[in-house]
């Protein structure tokens, strides 16, 4: 059955980066985008990019252009965002979903379970 | 980006009742080269992630019951659960995906809630 399964919560400083990791099981890896989504403490859900796990190609929302990075390991299954420079608005769940193919892999079908990520002094 | 605008914020609704949540977006998300709308809906109960329900605006994802049905074109949409169930309390929210380059926005949600 189609997986995703991310890393652990994080708790960071301010100024500081995060990267978390998204491992991928039950299909193949490298057939499907990846996108990250956020959603801080009773809020909505915000995108924040997302991955051609088969090219390494990426899109960023411009709120993150500059402090967000995508990448996989192919081998592994497993993609990664990394969040630099962070603040304390960066506290929240992020979450990676799988592009579902027939819908042009801009909706998403199967979600990973969040990863809380806080930034704190 | 295209602004979604959901209505109401919050909704409470008998069991066995009809429950409409509706979407708006600030510009047309029906691509005319393929006649498609680039609108989804999502259920999210609490401390899990979201649940696709409808993609291309009226098409139910496999293993969604039939009571929620996805309507509409161009900038007005809506969500209905044509007759309410304990277990669909939830936040719902629509999404457009529209954009190219990839420019992703959702509505700010709406809270269902038993009567």
Not at chain 2, 86 to 95: G, M, P
């Amino acid at each position: 059955q189609v997986q995703l399964v991310q890393s652990g919560a994080e708790v960071k400083k301010p100024g500081a980066s995060v990267k978390v990791s998204c491992k991928a099981s039950g299909y193949t890896f490298t057939s499907y985008d990846i996108n990250w989504v956020r959603q801080a403490t009773g809020q909505g859900l915000e995108w924040v990019g997302w991955m051609n796990p088969n090219s390494g190609n990426t899109g960023y929302a411009q709120k993150f252009q500059g402090r967000v990075t995508m990448t996989r390991n192919t081998s592994i299954s497993t993609a990664y965002m990394e969040l630099s420079s962070l603040r304390s608005e960066d506290t929240a769940v992020y979450y990676c979903a799988r592009g579902k193919v027939a819908a042009d892999g801009r909706s998403w079908d199967y979600w990973g379970q969040g990863t809380l990520v806080t930034v704190s002094s | 980006d295209i602004v979604m605008t959901q209505s109401p914020d919050s909704l409470a609704v008998s069991l066995g009742e009809r429950a409409t949540i509706n979407c708006k977006s600030s510009q047309s998300v029906l691509y005319s080269s393929n006649n498609k709308n680039y609108l989804a809906w999502y259920q999210q109960k609490p401390g899990q992630p979201p649940k696709l329900l409808i993609y291309w605006a009226s098409t139910r994802e496999s293993g969604v019951p039939d009571r929620f049905s996805g309507s509409g074109s161009g900038t007005d949409f809506t969500l209905t659960i044509s007759s309410l169930q304990a277990e669909d309390v939830a936040v719902y929210y629509c999404q457009q995906y529209y954009s190219t380059p990839p420019r992703y926005t959702f509505g700010q949600g709406t809270k269902l809630e038993i009567k």
